[in-house]
């Protein structure tokens, strides 16, 4: 018989459901009892419901008429994982319907009708609301979609509105999931049905084409199905028994070789009049369908050119010349591939590779990359001792920089990885230095190792997935890179192109990097590349060939094309679709080659749509204990110490059996071991896709619950190192801290992550790593709204914030965190005058930084007060900082006398400490004063004493500091030869430690001293070098000193044009600047070269400006300067008087202070003075004793001028001269 079709009245067979001409549904499904009506039924003819209505069995009547279905709609989607929601959100746009192939699967819980007896309805529906949600939560984590709830069971699509090359698998994943999570929920609840057997459910699933369509918004997603295969899902989930599930005969075929399935035969379904062919889905197979051959290694295939360039840039290093490679190109493209390929290629020859890579996890872990290249430099793994670790890296420095100092290298990477330090000298060491200090000591600990190792035998570091790199590894590799030009050292830098918050700030370091740079963009194959790919992939094994006596068969172009437009270039991408291939047994390895099934077609070999979705159907085929163990795995990361992972899997209800199944995966081509040589006992994915597939594929309770687990491992492995009941977080590892509060955050157990959070936070900003610990003291904040903390956590949180804004010249914001921490303290009615007066001296050093003294010493006076009211602080180390700092403060304010008095006092209680950093302070401020003073020889004595007491601790930048110093009072002094020295010095220390602003200011001090030794092309080399450097630097503190250095050199070589430029830029720094200081004295120098020019009138303008500032400040040396140049003007305008007036108070200034240069060049003056009013016994006097002065300095141009004048009476100087005399 035949049913005409109501729209297009085309005829169709009697049990035709829809119309094979339009698609008009030609039978209506009754939601109730889906019973198939014929068209035009308004009532089902078999239970009599109204077509159309929906059933209200998911709620009970007087719960839905309170609007509760609102709400479970909204919970339901809150538990939709974010990935999956955003795919639904795509599919939303679709309008009209479409035939779509989707499994469609009925669930049905067995038993619950006797609980809904026995209980009230509200509780009723509130335990079927718990079991469904558990059962959503299954089906969302393989992306099905729940398509409407029947009675206390529910109709689940694969396929719509998201597809996936693999939805019948993943709805039988999802139903076998069910079952056991009711098991489960059955044993935590305990409930029984009146027959006494626990609830139960059945499930029916079925594969095959169907009509979707947008209906409305509602929990059905927008979208709903019609067709025959809903309809035999149904019948198969009536028909199944309570407890099994039952497969229609498509859906089988399709997951045959990852599923048992018990045939069934064949059942007559009601509503059917050909019966249905079905199986009993039993489990997954323990094993997986062989390929008929071992996965092989792929040769390299269209590198050739990047291989050989890569070869060669590294070649160029073993001249001693430093390279930076970078290499990009996106996901699978061949990047690791490429890396290996070198590797294979290199091994014989005589140069060291380490190997380090970035994490991938939304908080990386600082410096991650270095660490782990360290570690396996030093051969430290994560199941060793503390003592082990300590011996290994001790033993291995001997070894391997047995030429340097134990105390130079030692405790700044034992630092820097984390190690607590057994030698209490070299702990104390690293205890003298503030933070910001020591993590330039170990940056220039870490450059030192690599330069040693590198000039025993070049060497390459590796550093891959650096999109992923935090701020810190960009800092340290910045540091490193490009410090010199002669070491054959070779940075290889891997990352995917604009991806990750690094890859903007790597592609511009990399641009500025001083050191050669080869850019590698990696570009997708070709279509010839790839297609050798295919014959590689295809080639029989080692040997088989000749045994099976044939000849390759190639891929028939059709699937040849195929294959090649859905890879679209990308090596990694077509190997895991010819992998995938096999598993389906399209591709049949047999007699030696590969062959594809006969009778194949292209539709049947469909091919997923994605990489990812790719690697979903390849893992998701993998045997079930090897699946878990890659899933425990990611989890725990990119890569996954064995120790840990096996912690893991002890904790599993059935052993997994580890050696075996790393084997295994190793086997196929998963993962690896880290290290060159496999000897590591970590594993890494080979593939970062691969551990995020894994990850993502986890239900996120699951996820949690691993997380918890892993914090819980890790925290009973290294409890002794990072327990915070201890002490300690200083005698912690800093990246097992992290990783600890990394995972016990992500399992959602904030009391037990905050702790770990603020240990991690206090690690970073003991780095000097501001950027990191905000990020963890702003999540530390978060947790504290969810948990119950002490008010001394708020406040200390709030304290370090503060510290780090401050650090990084937040003033504003600082400020605000610190009045917070203050506020606590108040709140919790804390009585502790220590942290009171250290947050108050805090608040005093940003108002001092700030400029406003006032407000700075309001706030050290309240720290006074507060110690001194305590007995306890009186006399502490927190009182002589305060009282350090006030001196300080003074200093700035011209209150000479009570500066001085306050550093003697807080050097009294400092001295026979161990705060050596603070005793060095208080010997700078000492310093400063004396040099105020000119009383030099006090001022040598306690620099002197500072930098012995910083050769003692081995810091090298506060080393250069006290060089500065010393180099600074010897100029002053006119000891140049010393000072020479001391300059040469620093610019070594410059070198060593990559500080190119040291590097720069001991070359201002070098041009300066060979300018007043006559020495003008020295001291224009070294200026000039000096400018491009600090302009390079781009800070403004440099700049001003090197723009007036150079201008002096141009000034002494008569180049005024090139000398007037440069002081307006200098004068320009010390306006942006602020500083008033290098404001007069900047006027000072421009009145000095206006009068050179012969501008006299401007040139007594500004140096009358320069008075006027210097006078205020209090500064006898630039007040003397001022007075010399505008003494000079006086006497060009013929203003002897005025001229008198000006050099006299001058040249007395020079001589209170014992400046003996100054005092000659001023003497000089006066003797033109002497001349200009015709008192000639007087100027030759004057012009001997400047001349035996210059003579006794070195000044040679000087002391040839004086002479000169001596012998020939001459008033007027040579031109480029007048400058050295002002």
Partial sequence: MLMDCPVCGKANPLQSRLCGHCATPLLNMCDRCHFENPPGFRFCGNCGFRIGETVPVAEPRQLKEQ?????????????????????????????????????????????????????????????????????IEVIYAYEGSVDKFTGDGLMALFGVPVAHENDPERACRAALDMQRLLNTINEQLQDKSASGNELSMRIGINTGQVIAGSIGP?????????????????????????????????????????????????????????????????????????????????????????????????????????????????????????????????????????????LSYRQPISYWPFITLLQNL????????????????????????????????????????????????????????????????????????????????????????????????????????????????????????LEGPASERLSKMSSEVKAELTRLALAPLDEQEMELLIEAWLSPAEGEQEASGKSLTPLPAPFREYLLAQAEGNPFFLEELLEMWAAQEYLIYQHGQWELRPN???????????????????????PEDAHRTLQLASVIGRTFPLNLL????????????????????????????????????????????????????MLRSERRDLHEVVGGSLELLFRERVSPKTGGWSGAQTQQVELIAHHYEQAEEWERALPFLRIAAEHAAARFDNETALLYAKRCLRLVEKTFVSWDTCRHLHELMGEVYLADNQFNTAEQHFRIAMETLDEAQIEDARRTA?????????????????EALRWLNRAQSELEQDEKAQGSVELARVLNDTGWVLLR???????????????????????????????????????????????????????????????????????????????????????????????????????????CEALILQATLYLYKGALDRALSRAETARARADELALLPLRLQAYRTLAHVHQARGELREAHLLVLRAIECAHLLGEREAEATTHTDHAAILLARGKVREGQSEARQALRLATELSIPMVVAGARRVLGACHLSLNDLAGAENHLNKAALIYGQMNLPYELARST???????????????????????????????????????????KKWVAQPPQGVVASTL
């Fill in 646 to 697: 096996q912690h893991l899997a002890r904790q599993q209800i059935r052993p997994l059996p580890l050696a075996e199944l790393l084997e295994f995966l190793e086997a196929e081509r998963l993962i690896e071991r880290e290290g060159p040589d496999g000897g590591s006992s970590r594993w890494r994915f080979r593939h970062p896709l691969v551990r995020d597939t894994l990850y993502q594929e």
């Fill in 600 to 622: 194949l077609t292209i539709e049947e070999s469909a091919i997923p749509p994605s990489l990812n979705a790719l690697l979903t159907a390849r893992l998701d085929r993998l």
């Fill in 1164 to 1206: 000089l003056l006066l003797a033109r003075l002497r001349m200009s009013q015709n008192n000639a016994k007087d100027a030759r006097v004057l012009c001997k004793q400047a001349a035996r002065a210059f003579c006794v300095l070195g000044a040679v141009a000087e002391f040839k001028y004086a002479r000169a004048l001596v």
């Fill in 893 to 999: 304010q011209g209150d000479l006398p009570r500066a001085q008095a306050l550093a003697y006092e807080s050097l009294r209680l400092l001295e026979g400490t161990e705060y050596l950093q603070d005793i060095a302070s208080a010997y700078n401020r000492l310093v400063a004063t004396y040099m105020v003073q000119g009383n030099w020889q006090q001022a040598e004595a306690f620099a002197l004493k500072g930098l012995k007491l910083r050769e003692s601790i081995g810091f090298q930048p506060g080393i250069a500091s006290s060089c500065q110093t010393m180099a600074t009072l010897l100029t002053y002094l006119g000891r140049w030869d010393e000072a020479l020295q001391y300059a040469a010095r620093m610019l070594g220390l410059g070198h060593s430690t990559s500080s190119r602003s040291t590097e």
């Fill in 838 to 854: 250290e947050l108050f001296r805090k608040l005093a050093r940003l108002n001092e930084r700030r400029g406003d003294y006032e």
């Fill in 218 to 358: 509602d929990l059905r997603m927008e979208y709903t199905v019609v067709g025959d295969t809903v309809n035999v899902s149904k019948r198969l989930e009536t028909a199944a028994q309570p407890g099994s599930i039952l497969i229609g005969e498509s859906t089988y075929h399709r997951v045959a070789e990852l599923f048992e399935g018990e045939d069934k035969g064949t059942l007559e379904l009601r509503g059917r009049q050909e019966p249905v062919h079905c199986y009993q889905l039993k489990g997954l197979h323990a094993l997986p369908a062989s390929h008929g051959r071992g996965r092989v290694r792929l040769p390299m295939i269209g590198r050739a050119e990047e291989l050989n360039t890569l070869e060669e840039t590294v070649r160029k290093s073993y001249r001693g010349m430093e390279q930076v490679i970078l290499i990009t190109g996106e996901a699978g493209i061949g990047k690791s591939r490429l890396l290996r390929a070198w590797q294979r290629r290199t091994a014989l020859q005589e140069t060291r590779v380490l190997y380090g890579a970035s």
């Fill in 67 to 135: 609007g509760t279905t609102g709400h479970i709609t909204k919970r339901l989607r809150s538990m939709m994982p974010e990935a999956f929601a955003e795919k639904i959100a795509a599919e939303r746009g679709r309008e009209g319907s479409e035939r779509r192939e989707v499994t469609v699967l009925f669930m049905d819980l067995q038993g619950f009708t006797s609980f809904s007896e026995r209980n009230d309805p509200e509780a009723v529906f509130e335990r079927l609301g718990y079991y469904l949600s558990s059962f």
């Fill in 378 to 497: 030093f051969d430290i793994r994560e199941e060793d001792s503390d003592e082990l670790r300590w011996q290994k890296l001790e033993n291995g420095a001997q070894e391997l920089a047995s030429e340097l100092a134990p105390g130079e290298l030692l405790p700044f990477i034992a630092h820097f990885l984390g190690l607590p330090i057994p030698d209490e000298e070299m702990a104390w060491q690293l205890q003298q230095l503030a933070p910001a200090q020591l993590r330039q000591q170990s940056y220039i600990a870490l450059r030192v190792l690599l330069v040693t190792l590198a000039y025993q035998q070049p060497l390459v570091l590796i550093l891959e997935d650096l999109h992923w790199a935090d701020s810190s590894t960009l800092d340290l590799l910045s540091f490193l890179m490009g410090k010199s030009s002669k070491v054959p050292l070779t940075f290889i830098l891997v990352t995917r192109p």
